[in-house]
């Protein structure tokens, strides 16, 4: 599939250059913009109606097109990366069945369901799970107007999950033209995307955007792994668990392969497709988006216990939308929005992966659909031209469900199995059915925004939201934002939210340590932000000081009654502290440097400090871009310093032999752009260019202990998750850029 998609995009891309004809004026394709110009671009995300990202009630990042293709960016991880407060366990391999494992704001983990991801304002977390989705290969980048980047909570404009923070991505409207990128590097890894659009009449657009991407991946043998959690490991002597060829089920029984050595390393391959479309006529507007993506487990869990080079060791995820819009200007003053979502979020079960010590010959693969269909309306009312008021109702229903869990062949329909694993798991024997609930969920929403300017230096956002949900009951939150621009050059913010994470179907109904007395984590933010423009616009300077504090937070605690031995519980408070300083310099007409720093700490009951589990309290990123030839050539370098991270009390490796703590790293990374014609760009990409070797802190518990493992007397030790995931060296790629716009 993934191949015949690869030819008929490439297809697509020579059929139009030639239809359109060669012989087109040299244009400029990219935003140069001006950091003047960067600080007032029109920004939508947490805002009544679009304005300035100087005045927005938030604090905001924006990522343009002109950064993702001068600095080779591919992916949402690529780019989070290089922003102040995000911190990562694993990077582009994923999350094994989770979709990521990071972190913004000393906050997330497991698939980060505090962070809302959101593309043309529609959510993309998973229904039933909350994991925050499109960070890696499956999604589309090609078709980008923009990325805002929003720290903070934003649960008034947006509900559940805009906790830590929003990423909105918004793509372009009224497209005409074709642009195509092509990639192809290190480990087999090909890419392609294509983004065609065109004005039919006087007042309808269609644009259309695929993508498409394959990588054998590089196994991760070569890797960083100083514990040997993937290497020089032989396979256990014994098979606690198996059913012999009768069908019986059988324990403690002779491994024929016994003591032989695995072969290094992960599976890390992926194979990703995704497409998106719009079609705009008048004020309607109708779309899909469809990302279906196969990847492997990677580094996820330990070596010694799961068979993590088998090819079929892979999960398989499927999400979609479709949806409708309109917008109708009742008169000078009036407007409404209103949108109708139906979408999707789908784990596809001809993935999953085998055990070493118990059932080696069978694959154990999970399931799960889940659906969910909105309405919502938005009014604005410009009162007048001090005064924007909006108000916004949401209806939402949507069919959730636990993961299925089968051993051998997978499920056939989509809330059962005729092939559970936790009857085989039990003894019960295989081939054994077993029905899984299924969750109606139904959500109310009111909120109330209201937008006044005192005078030309001081204005203010304010906003209301509630929430019921048939789950866990209603909840409320406020926001406050002050703006006071004393001068063109200077701006300050000051701001205050509240927001929250809903508990999970998981979290709410597992049978393994599900607690439905569940409320939703909240969260209090208050920040000032102080911004500034020197040297003739030439200098751009932010930074943002900012106190959270959690309520509720959602954790696990020790419960001997459950299967598992822990529930989940509302375990209490926490503090955290940060600063976030950014500085763009425009050293010439073609040398722009620029920069942030972010520090981040908990802080205990006593005002005292203390590092937070998986973060690293000090973070720099810089990067430096150079123009030559007249802007033929771009080079582009970029580093990241990631201080040392804490390590969970449970990860005794990492306490063991590191003393608590994974070690700090710098990375570097460089594009080298060529402008080959008027229409076609060139580039060469090394990512991580000086091969460092470095890891990141295991998910969880990390509490997978190599030292224990021994093939002969213990061959399942406590902990299935390691104490750390080894990071790729050196990759090059070489890419190919077309644009044409009539």
Known sequence: ??????????????????????????????????????????????????????????????????????????????????????????????????????????????????????????????????????????????????????????????????????????????????????FYGSHSTRGLEVFAGTTIGKETNLSLALHQYHSLGDNGHDRYDPGSYFKNIRYPSSLIYNYNAAGEFVTNTSNPRGGTYLNDGFNTQQDNVAIRSKLSYKNIEVGFFLSDYTRAYGSAVVAYEYDLNDKENTTHYQNYHIYASYTAQINAKLSLKSDLVYRATNVIPDGGFKYLYQFPDLRKNYAGYSNQTYFEERLLYDLNANNDLSFGLKFSLSNANNRIVSLGNYPNERYSTDWSWDIAADGGGLNQTKDYPNFWVKEVALFALWDYTFNNKLSSSAGIRYDYNSDFGSIVNPRLALNYNPSAYLSTKLMYGRAFRQPSIFELFSEFRGNPNLVPQNIQTIELQMASLFNDDKLAIKMNVYYSLINDLIGQVEDPAM???????????????????????????????????????????????????RTATHKVNAGLNIKLFDGLLTSDLRMNYVGKRKAPESNSWLQTYENGYAPSYTKANWVLSYQLSPQLLGQIIINNAFNTQYYGVGHESGSGFIDDYNYLSNVNPDGVIPAYHPQPGRTVFVNLIYKFNP
């Open 1 to 182: 599939m993934n191949r015949t998609l690869f030819l008929y995009c490439f297809s697509i891309l020579i059929f139009t250059h030639y239809s359109y004809g060669q012989n087109q004026n040299n244009q400029d394709f990219t935003y140069n913009y001006s950091l003047k110009e960067l600080a007032e671009l029109k920004i939508t995300t947490g805002s009544i109606k679009e304005e300035n990202r100087r005045s927005a009630p938030s604090n905001l990042t924006v990522i343009t097109p002109q950064m993702i293709e001068e600095r080779g960016y591919k992916t949402l991880v690529d780019i989070c990366q290089d922003i102040p407060g995000f911190d990562f366990m694993m990077y582009n391999d994923g999350g094994g069945e989770y979709p990521t494992f990071n972190m913004n704001r000393g906050m997330g983990e497991v698939g980060n369901s505090e962070i809302l991801v959101m593309v043309d304002g529609i959510i993309q977390n998973h229904i039933s799970f909350n994991w925050s989705m499109l960070w890696t290969y499956e999604n589309i980048l090609i078709d980008i107007d923009r990325i805002e980047i929003i720290q903070g909570p934003g649960s008034v404009m947006y509900g559940a999950q805009a906790f830590s923070g929003i990423i909105h991505i918004v793509t372009k409207k009224n497209f005409k033209g074709i642009h195509a990128n092509a």
């Open 563 to 613: 299967p598992s031995g822990e529930r989940y519980e509302n375990i209490g408070k926490q503090k955290i502290g940060g600063i976030s300083a950014t500085a763009d310099y425009q050293i010439s007409k073609s040398i722009r440097l620029y920069s942030n720093y972010n520090l981040i700490n908990g802080i205990n009951n006593k005002g005292a400090f203390y590092a937070i589990d």
